[in-house]
């Protein structure tokens, strides 16, 4: 398939106070040498718990917040030095649907003028035109034509979050970024906006980067997955190989902490524990940045950070040992 | 005998268009050692209950406008403001959702795990101090000592949730109410803490209620759970029965709305059970009609004429359902 988006080697770094005013400046370092494809029509999630510099790297795509190193093209077209009618342009070719519905739409503005804010930022169509788009998205996201003159206030979040979704495909994008469209609503609403997503991946052709904490979402939308730990990307694979075989320890360890509703797997599987937090990012340690919560970690771990590597075909992870935990981990299933 | 005994339970709520009962004829029993769970969407009515239980409505507001609620044999309904402080954190306690906003951040931990023993328990200054380290060793937090001078914003978020379970359990409260503990934690910080409620409850043998909206946590951590919608309980019974095979059609949308994790995983992927609509609002709560009915696919003539009442499957399984047995 076609690649529709390249990052390679992505920095987004920020600055931290210094100790005095003499102190040597240090920088957290939020996304750190990130690089990978997303495919025309496909969607990649990233997985990661918070603080580890997902929703960073999809600001720094969206050119919402300023990288400080390497590069990200869409359609062969570098987008990080982009100004001015350059960038204009290309924002309407990437979209963003935000986390939280509540906080993301002016509370001033009727739905209709939500929807349209994109055409009249990034287009220069007519008014009609315009209305008929607008009008088109209202129905494809599951709203009603009535709907159209209201405030947000007057909507559910579900359907604040369909707002979201109509106003982000308002310009015809070829990317959308969704960064945790559920995980403010509730449980039962999920389903109708994950629904609604994947329909409107089919009828528009649309590429997603999906952002989210929650394995399961991931699992059931994704086709590509990369997991990230304290601003680099642990391990990358298929949604398939990802879920069915991780590599990482980190990933596995993931994967064992998601509750679940199965009793019979529940007895039988063995929670990987990762006990401690996360290190200092201002103070990252020398070697592999798991290492302090890693089960499996050795003298290597803590001298030598490992690089992203493939391990199989469209398979890669950043470990020394990897998929020792996972195979220590079926043994102990069938013995 | 079960510690904590509900009977009938009705909670109104006052609104600008009038008494609305946010609680309408709630029952359940809690055993001693037990974990039972409250599951349902924002607006159901769970940490209503919680707070009913714990008489933390907020006054002039809500009230209790009849039932009874009895622990360990003792009438809390009515109960006076003074009895109640003295329940409140010694035996009965809650966590909350926030670990962030419900901790004092001008205070280090160790005076507010302190400020509880001195209040409960009359320990001296110097003997609160030191059960308090105690404590934070019980919550497994690494070098406890030094950390009781911290400040809760130099601690991290499992870290904090944490503390407020060593506050909670600081009297050995025979009932722990944990209101959603771990929705603002990542996923293996929540392991984490579930792991320590388990070993805390085997430990203690407290009695543990869980509000929650996610039914893997159920699953993990309670022996029963009571499916509440819009005041009512939708379904009530052992959390092994209702997975299995879920007769209110609320419980079953429930479970299947959410993509759980598939072992393994295979390529076919099905689109996700939506339940539509939405809760309904306050206005229509109490009338005599099925309020799941409007997103219910099941739906007859009955749902809208007669509030259904339990249909019982097995000794302690009821659903609220007038299709209960067919599903």
Redesign the interface.
Known sequence: MRALLEVRNLQVRFAVRRRGILGPRSYLRAVDDVSFTVATGETMAIVG??GSGKTTAALAIARLVNAAGGSVSLEGEELLGLKGEDLRRVRSKVQFIFQDPYSALDPRRRAEALVREPLDALTDRSPEVKQQIVAELFAAAGLHPEQLRLFPHQF?G?QRQRIGIARALATRPKLVICDEPVSAL???????I??LL?RLQTEYGLTYLFIS?????V???SDHVAVMYMGRIVEYAD??RL??RPQHPYTA???????????S??SR?E?I?????PPDPVNLPQGCRFANRCPIARDICTSREPALIEIEAGHSAACHFPGELALQESRHQSS | MSLLRVRNLRIELRTRDGVAPVIDDLGFDLAEGEAISLVGESGCGKSMTALGIMGLLPQQIGSIASGSIEFDGEELVGASERRMREIRGNEISMIFQEPMTSLNPVYTVGEQIAEVLRAHQNLSRSAAWNAAGDLLDAVRIPNPRSRLADYPFQMSGGQRQRVMIAIALACRPKILIADEPTTALDVTVQAQIFDLLRDLRRETGTSIILITHDMGAVAEMADRMIVMYAGRTAEIGPVDALISHPRHPYTRGLISCVPHIQVPLTETRDELTEVGGVVPSLSEFGADACLFASRCVHRTDECDSRRPGPIAFGPDHTADCWHAEAL
């Open positions: 718990e918070s559910s579900g509730d449980v039962a609403v999920q389903a109708q994950l629904n994947r904490h929650d394995l399961g979402v699992q059931h939308m949604r398939i879920f069915n360890a993931l994967l064992s902490a998601v509750p679940s509703i199965d009793m797997k529940r599987r929670r524990l990762i006990p401690g937090d």
